[in-house]
Nanobody, 124 residues
Framework: VQLQASGGGLVQAGDSLSLSCVTSGRTFRQFAVGWFRQAPGKEREFVAGINWSDSTSYADSVKGRFTISRDKDKNTVHLQMNSLKPEDTAVYYC???????????????????WGQGTLVTVSS
């Protein structure tokens, strides 16, 4: 299983950016895909997740600004990020939990496969 994250870049505060995570390889019946981020000197944190039934979950810090969605035909999960803030600056990773059931995990250890990360920089 491979995950390829893309879409990062340098934007100004208040701008929008869309990240994509393409999954390939094995498919799983009940899975979840999560976005995490890690800022310099900080621990990796959960941002948003979506499962096989299209249920979603968001960190409080991004709720109302970020939207996660899934394109089933393209095996792609998108993270639309609006009203970006300097504190959103981080490397963003997508990850796949191959046996999530109805759960959308918020901890890194709940995910089995990880993409390489894409850098998002928000200037003030």
């Amino acid at each position: 299983v491979q995950l390829q994250a893309s879409g990062g870049g340098l934007v100004q505060a208040g701008d929008s950016l869309s990240l994509s995570c393409v999954t390939s390889g094995r498919t799983f019946r009940q899975f979840a895909v999560g976005w995490f981020r890690q800022a310099p000197g900080k621990e990796r944190e959960f941002v948003a997740g979506i499962n096989w039934s299209d249920s979603t979950s968001y960190a409080d810090s991004v709720k109302g600004r970020f939207t996660i969605s899934r394109d089933k035909d393209k095996n792609t999960v998108h993270l639309q990020m609006n009203s970006l803030k300097p504190e959103d600056t981080a490397v963003y990773y997508c990850a796949l939990d191959r046996t999530s059931g109805l759960r959308i995990g918020r901890r890194s250890y709940e995910y089995d496969y990880w993409g390489q990360g894409t850098l998002v920089t928000v200037s003030s």
